[in-house]
Nanobody, 116 residues
């Protein structure tokens, strides 16, 4: 199993970023997937989840209305479109494969820094 995140970077408050997660080594289309993040000095925070066909999408309150999770099962890729970014969104963002109510594999993360 391999999950490789990309798309992070430095962005000004109010800006946008689109994160991608390339999955390989397993049948991507049969798994729920998560985005989670870890801000400096804090624990892991769940951001969003998506079911196998993309019809079910769930968000933390901090992400609702600003972030959109999506997936392309033909490309084995998970996405997170982040708009109206705030400094408190600064974190290392991971995609993770769901197992039960948790997750069993995650990538190396992509850094998002929101600062003027």
């Amino acid at each position: 199993v391999q999950l490789v995140e990309s798309g992070g970077g430095l962005v000004q408050p109010g800006g946008s970023l689109r994160l991608s997660c390339a999955a390989s080594g397993f049948t991507f289309s049969i798994y729920w997937m998560y985005w989670v993040r870890q801000a400096p000095g804090k624990g892991l925070e769940w951001v969003s989840s998506i079911n196998q066909d993309g019809g079910g999408r769930y968000y933390a309150d901090s992400a609702k209305g600003r972030f959109t999770i999506s997936r392309d099962n033909a490309k084995n890729t998970l996405y997170l479109q982040m708009n109206s970014l705030k400094p408190e969104d600064t974190a290392l963002y991971y995609c993770a494969r769901a197992i039960g109510v948790g997750y069993d594999y995650w990538g190396q993360g992509t850094q998002v820094t929101v600062s003027s």
